[in-house]
């Protein structure tokens, strides 16, 4: 296994246009998060998944912002009608979570999004 | 007032000297806590966990303090490959998810 993946490393959108962002956890992962990154800031939550289902989303995230796992294994995290403060990166973990202990997050390379 | 506070820095540091960074937590229903380095344009990559009292691995030295609400990171021997930001993070049981600070930035000078 090589870790997390996400796809594509960068992305340029203009604005208004819709964006598919792609991870593949790590196989022996249960859980999979998203996670957003600003410059001089931490990585703020966005949702996670357990297998297939979506247990929470971020009460700051818009109606604009989408995120699945089919099956339970890759995740896609779509924006649609993106604006300039999207930009950010995009940071995709997954981690084993068992009898109530998380035992840390391994993250993707992030996908970067720049909306002009 | 953020759930998990850290002191930006940056601290800069000669190599072979000791660091110490303070990280607190406002929810006192967490129950693990991380310290993630994260290289200048990469992602974060774990570096120790806490569940209890503290952790120690080589030249790290994490210390949980449940009644103040804080956690610390001290690196002794500072080297140069050191040099990065150091993030906080915490994780509630119930919630499931961890919450960051926004890192403190190491420099280790030669």
């Known amino acids: 296994d090589t870790g997390v993946s996400q796809d594509p490393r960068h992305k340029i959108t203009k604005r208004g246009q819709n964006v598919t962002f792609r991870c593949d956890p790590i196989s022996e992962h249960n859980r999979l998060y998203w996670y957003r990154q600003t410059l001089g800031q931490g990585p703020e939550f966005l949702t996670y998944f357990q297998n297939e289902a979506q247990l929470e989303k971020s009460r700051l995230l818009s109606d604009r912002f989408s995120a699945e796992r089919p099956k339970g294994s890759f995740s896609t995290l779509e924006i649609q009608h993106t604006e300039q403060g999207d930009s950010a990166m995009y940071l995709c973990?997954?981690?084993?979570?068992?009898?109530?202990?998380?035992?840390?997050?391994?993250f993707g390379s992030g996908t970067r999004l720049t909306v002009v | 007032r953020k759930e998990v506070e850290q002191d930006p820095g940056p601290f800069n540091v000669p190599e072979g000297a000791t660091v110490a960074f303070n990280c607190t937590y406002s929810?006192?229903?967490?129950?693990?806590f991380f310290w993630y380095r994260q290289d200048c344009r990469k992602e974060p990559k774990l570096l120790m966990s806490v569940y209890s009292s503290g952790n120690e691995d080589g030249r790290f030295t994490a210390q949980l303090n449940r009644a103040s609400q804080y956690i610390s990171l001290l690196i002794r021997d500072s080297k140069l490959s050191d040099s990065a930001t150091y993030l906080c993070?915490?994780?509630?049981?119930?919630?499931?998810?961890?919450?960051f600070g926004d890192g403190t930035t190491l420099t280790v000078k030669p």
């Open positions: 929810n006192s229903a967490s129950q693990s």
């Open positions: 973990a997954s981690t084993r979570f068992a009898g109530g202990t998380n035992y840390g997050y391994t």
């Open positions: 993070a915490e994780t509630n049981t119930n919630a499931g998810k961890s919450t």
